[in-house]
């Protein structure tokens, strides 16, 4: 199981909920409600709600605990460096047919890349397999599908 690290905040938006609060780029999210965050998914969906209590860890790596009462769906406003806080999950199929396998050596190193991350394909339309998915990833594809617009392609 893959650790799930602090997300770590890149951008306040000005005149947001978190500048009113003072949060700053280089504090991270630890918990909410708490709730470790896996991913922006997780993140938007447990800030949805009206009460807040969320977990910080400040630049100097001080732990705060903030609580925010807010409208229902109202935006705290922050941007993460990343979008997955416990990591890519990565293809560990073999396709005789695989464009990334089939990349010339000494090309940069994002190409080479097998990104099988069903959360990226939410957040950013991303091809994936879904072949790579444990019993636990397919139960909450299946649970997350009602809230974003999946689609599946089955190849034969």
Do not use: W
């Amino acid at each position: 199981m893959k650790t799930v690290q602090p997300a770590k905040i890149s951008r306040v938006l000005p005149d947001s909920i978190a500048a009113e609060i003072g949060f700053e780029p280089g504090d991270a999210i630890v918990s909410i409600n708490n709730t470790r965050p896996r991913d922006l998914i997780d993140y938007r969906f447990l800030c949805s709600d009206e009460y807040l209590e969320i977990e910080v860890l400040d630049t100097k790596g001080i732990t705060h605990q903030i609580e925010i009462e807010k409208d229902y769906d109202d935006d705290l406003g922050l941007e993460f460096e990343t979008a997955l806080f416990d990591g890519l999950i990565q293809c560990n199929n073999h396709c005789p047919f695989c464009f990334i396998d089939q990349q010339p050596p000494g090309k940069r190193e994002s190409l080479y890349l097998k990104d099988d991350d069903y959360r990226l394909s939410f957040l950013y339309g991303s091809y994936l397999t879904l072949t790579n998915l444990t019993e636990k990833e397919r139960r909450i594809c299946s649970i997350r599908r009602h809230s974003f617009s999946v689609k599946l392609v089955k190849v034969r």
